[in-house]
């Protein structure tokens, strides 16, 4: 369980200091997903958990393995948005490599 970073709602630093640790917390996260991005191996790496999680695919299946399909395919959403967040132009680099990588007869992880 977190632990609340406010003990007095009501007291406006305790919950303006709150709001800057939490906007700390955001922004080393989206650092975090810039640093892996910056190399060829983690832009491999992340291109691979987006197909992983089915953000490209449909998820319908007509039974009930389309929730668990749809619960991978929501973390991977999540993925695609803080990488676009972290940095705009990130995606559309992985896309062009991706797309390199399949002209040229290579695997993804390779």
């Known amino acids: 369980m977190e632990k609340s970073l406010v003990k007095n709602a009501a007291d ?5 200091e709150a709001k800057d640790k939490s906007r700390s917390a955001r922004e080393r996260e989206l650092d975090d997903i810039a640093s892996i991005g910056a190399t060829p191996p983690g832009r491999r790496m992340l ?3 987006l197909g992983l999680c089915g953000v490209f ?3 319908m299946t007509g039974d009930n393995q389309t929730f668990f399909l749809e619960g991978q395919r929501n973390i991977g959403l999540q993925l695609l948005a ?3 967040e972290a940095s705009p132009e990130l ?3 992985m896309l062009n490599e991706n797309m390199e990588r399949n002209r040229s007869g290579k695997k993804a992880g390779v």
């Open 12 to 16: 406006a630093s305790q919950v303006k």
């Open 47 to 49: 291109w691979r958990y």
């Open 57 to 59: 695919k449909t998820s």
């Open 82 to 84: 803080d990488i676009n």
């Open 91 to 93: 995606y559309m680099q």
